[in-house]
């Protein structure tokens, strides 16, 4: 039993480190560069893969250990040893397999690998993560200290959302007819407006407004709208929305922004106020039970991996105020559907969402 729990944690071990050399690999574009240089029949060397990325080329010294791209070599052989990618019997020479490639690069590239991307910002902030665990220390995190946040989180909502979000979330929801016809629509916590600008790219007789607490998403969601006419970002606290939003939108969207609000009960009170009679409000969240027990059992490594995102950011950033909530990315259906009723909505209905892995969606109206 213990010999087996020490192999686990040596497993543990050598996966966070893999991890961070995934998410190293997917910042330079090696995987790219290894795809394009290499095959099974004809694999690469080093020096390829880093002329066709870029990076540093192979070392001319006096040594001669030194005669290749020492970065690429060891980041090749990193990935190698862990089983991602391939090595010939020489040692010197790599291949990603044939079936893996579009899991590992482009517009397809599985959000499981996208993931990786978020340790990187966790490291940043390791030594301020130690600190708000103090008495004395801070009650959180502010977005700011986690520099390519929005960058990383849009990266993560196309990898998890972009192949299913119209085609097959939008008539799961049942909005597929009314944004064709042209609705007024608000996303909440918008970012840095991925989910936004493909919609309005979809449905050109449709409005979409997205808003944001912070101007640094607003500016990065404005410099991505392609020239679509249908689409306004706002930088504006949720939890207190224009005083002449009453009764004015058909439909609300919440894509992952809920659990990270200091006070998402006010924003949710403000969502109400905002959504037309015959509105809907569609929140999409992660999906937990709002049981640690319950999460182990039914969801396992998925549930470590999201509380442990939610203690490097969505917790730390939805606690920095003296009032805030901190609910966590792991609050669960339990608490969220609380809060939705707290808030007036009636009728509350959570469902899975089809493509959304690690999602669900809470479905309700005034
Ligand atoms: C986890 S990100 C999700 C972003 C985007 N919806 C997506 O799925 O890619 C949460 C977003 O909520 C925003 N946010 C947090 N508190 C907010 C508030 N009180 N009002 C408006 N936006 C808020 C953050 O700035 C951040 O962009």
Known sequence: MVAEFLDQIKEITAHGALSMAIALGIKLNLFEALAEVSSEENPATPEQVAEIASLKPRYETQNVFDFFSRYVREWLC???????????????????????????????????????SMFPSYGKVFYD????????GPYGMDYSSYADFYQVMSALSQSWHKKTLVKDF???????????????????????????????????KSHFIGIDITQKAVDEANSRTNGHKNVEFICMNAADMSKEWTDKFDLVFIFDACHDQCRPDL???????????TGLF??????????????????GSTAALFYT??????????????????????WGIERG????????????KVEKCPGFEVNCVYLSHK
């Open 267 to 277: 924003s949710v009170k403000e969502i109400h106020r905002v959504l037309k009679p």
């Open 129 to 136: 993560i130690v600190n708000v665990f103090q008495k004395d």
């Open 78 to 116: 990193a990935m190698a040893c862990g089983g991602i990618i391939e090595v010939d019997t020489t040692g010197e020479k790599f291949w990603i397999k044939k079936n893996r490639v579009e899991i590992m690069i482009g517009p397809s590239r599985n959000h499981a690998f996208t993931q990786t």
């Open 309 to 330: 995102a939610s203690l490097f950011h969505c917790l730390p950033v939805g606690s920095n105020t003296s009032d805030a909530l901190g609910l966590g990315a792991m």
């Open 170 to 204: 939008i008539p799961m929801i049942g909005m597929k007819e009314r944004l064709q016809e042209g609705i007024l629509v608000l996303d909440v916590g918008c970012g840095n407006g991925f989910h936004v600008c493909e919609l309005a790219s979809h449905f050109p």
């Open 282 to 299: 569609a929140m999409v969240e992660i999906d937990g039970t709002s049981n640690c027990y319950k999460d182990k059992q039914e969801k």
């Open 337 to 348: 559907k609380n809060l939705l009723k707290d808030a007036g909505f009636t009728n509350v």
